[in-house]
Structures are given as C-alpha cells and as structure tokens.
Nanobody
C-alpha cells in the first residue's frame, strides 16, 4: 500500500502563486508515476500534471490549460512530489489531488492511478 498526503493549498489572489506538496509513504518502491488532478464543484476530475521516472531519467506531462504556469517536480530523498503553481487564475480553483501508480498508459486518465490522496483546496480570488 502507498499513502499520499497533500499539503500547501489555500486562498490566493489571481496572479499569485502556491506550491503543493505530496508526501508518499509505504510501498513507494513500486511507484514510478505520480500525478496531480483537480476537481471543481460540479465538474469531473481533470488531469493537471504528471511526472514519471526511471533510473536517472524523468519525464513530465502537463494539461494544456496549465502549461507554462505550473511545474511538477520530485524530491527523491523526501519521497515528495511538488506542484509549483504560478500566475494563478480563478478557473484554477478546485480541490487538488495527488495520485500514484506503478505505470500508466495515459497520464491524463484518473482510472489508471491506483493510489490517491485526500486532496487539498486551492481557491483563487479575482
């Protein structure tokens, strides 16, 4: 089993920044992909960003809506993945979830991720 705990959400004005953290514990040796998803009220859970690693190589993938504004990164020593969010917009308001998997065929498909955190609220005021 893998446990994921998100932190770093909050209230920020449009144009501001936040950094989300996702700390992983448990059988983390089995994990090679971690992602961030978000869900706004009344909407489906949507893909934000993902990071995959193998040895010394790392790959990242972003939703078009956040490219150039959000950056996903990983601190291997701390078993933590981060989501740096800059130039935030009111439409970025959502609960942000961290997810993990051994492997995914499609980064953006929530059903491919086995482990999920409980989420952290991000609210961007206009």
């Amino acid at each position: 089993q893998v446990q994921l705990v998100e932190s770093g959400g909050g209230l920020v004005q449009a144009g501001g920044s936040l950094r989300l953290s996702c700390a992983a514990s448990g059988s983390i040796f089995s994990i090679n992909v971690m992602g961030w998803f978000r869900q706004a009220p009344g909407k489906d859970r949507e893909f934000v960003a993902a990071i995959r690693w193998s040895g010394d190589y790392t790959w990242t993938n972003y939703a078009d809506s956040v490219k150039g504004r959000f950056t996903i990164s990983r601190d291997n020593a701390k078993d933590t993945v981060y989501l740096q969010m800059n130039s935030l917009k009111p439409e970025d308001t959502a609960v942000y979830y961290c997810a993990a998997a051994t492997w995914v065929d499609t980064y953006s498909r929530p059903s491919e991720y086995k482990y999920w955190g409980h989420g952290t609220q991000v609210t961007v005021s206009s």
